[in-house]
């Protein structure tokens, strides 16, 4: 288990299928707003989530997939930057007007390097599920990934991370009302 503190990122929310034209525009669109703020951010993340409660996640169509693509700042921008490297970057032809400065906080989570295809992820993931069973965790945020390859490459790494909370200690808040 690890501990993520707050990080500041570009940030494009949307829905569709990874590597879709709506994914590919939004991962185009943080990288030209990234460019015309003159520094490298990085690298790609995804947050994923999926609305449709009644099945597993990976059983939900790919297109019914919502995410928030990411691209980590070193720092907090200036007041006025980020809407400066929109205007940069428009002649980009990239949907920049969709790209936004967040900070977001996961705290304690469970991380685990997959190496390979995505489609191979759920064997990834199901010993991440068994980590937290055992130690008495729970989900408590969205599905994270880091992309350590390039988002298309043939043999990508990906770090997987899943924001947890301890059982006992959401069940006490639920009771105490909080």
Same mark, same amino acid.
């Given at each position: 288990?690890?501990?993520?503190?707050?990080?500041?990122?570009?940030?494009?929310?949307?829905?569709?299928?990874?590597?879709?034209?709506?994914? !590919?525009?939004?991962?185009?669109?943080?990288?030209?707003?990234?460019?015309?703020?003159?520094?490298?951010?990085?690298?790609?993340?995804?947050?994923?989530?999926?609305?449709?409660?009644?099945? @597993? @996640?990976?059983?939900?169509?790919?297109?019914?997939?919502?995410?928030?693509?990411? !691209?980590?700042?070193?720092?907090? @921008?200036?007041?006025?930057?980020?809407?400066?490297?929109?205007?940069?970057?428009?002649?980009?032809?990239? *949907?920049?007007?969709?790209?936004?400065?967040?900070?977001?906080?996961?705290?304690?989570?469970?991380?685990?390097?997959?190496?390979?295809?995505?489609?191979?992820?759920?064997?990834?993931?199901?010993?991440?599920?068994?980590?937290?069973?055992?130690?008495?965790?729970?989900?408590?945020?969205?599905?994270?990934?880091?992309?350590?390859?390039?988002?298309?490459?043939?043999?990508?790494?990906?770090?997987?991370?899943? @924001?947890?909370?301890?059982? *006992?200690?959401?069940?006490?808040?639920?009771?105490?009302?909080?």
């Amino acid at each position: 288990m690890v501990h993520r503190a707050p990080v500041t990122c570009l940030n494009v929310t949307g829905m569709g299928e990874p590597g879709g034209a709506e994914h !590919l525009s939004a991962i185009g669109a943080l990288y030209a707003v990234a460019a015309a703020m003159g520094g490298p951010a990085g690298p790609l993340e995804g947050r994923w989530w999926v609305e449709d409660a009644s099945r @597993p @996640p990976l059983e939900v169509p790919r297109d019914q997939w919502r995410w928030h693509l990411l !691209l980590p700042l070193p720092d907090m @921008p200036e007041p006025g930057a980020a809407e400066a490297a929109r205007e940069r970057a428009r002649a980009s032809g990239a *949907a920049v007007d969709r790209v936004q400065v967040v900070t977001f906080t996961e705290g304690e989570c469970v991380e685990l390097l997959h190496e390979g295809p995505y489609s191979e992820e759920k064997a990834s993931l199901e010993v991440m599920e068994a980590f937290m069973a055992e130690h008495g965790l729970v989900r408590n945020g969205l599905h994270h990934e880091i992309y350590l390859t390039e988002f298309t490459a043939p043999e990508p790494r990906t770090m997987l991370r899943q @924001p947890v909370a301890r059982a *006992a200690d959401l069940s006490l808040t639920v009771r105490e009302g909080g």
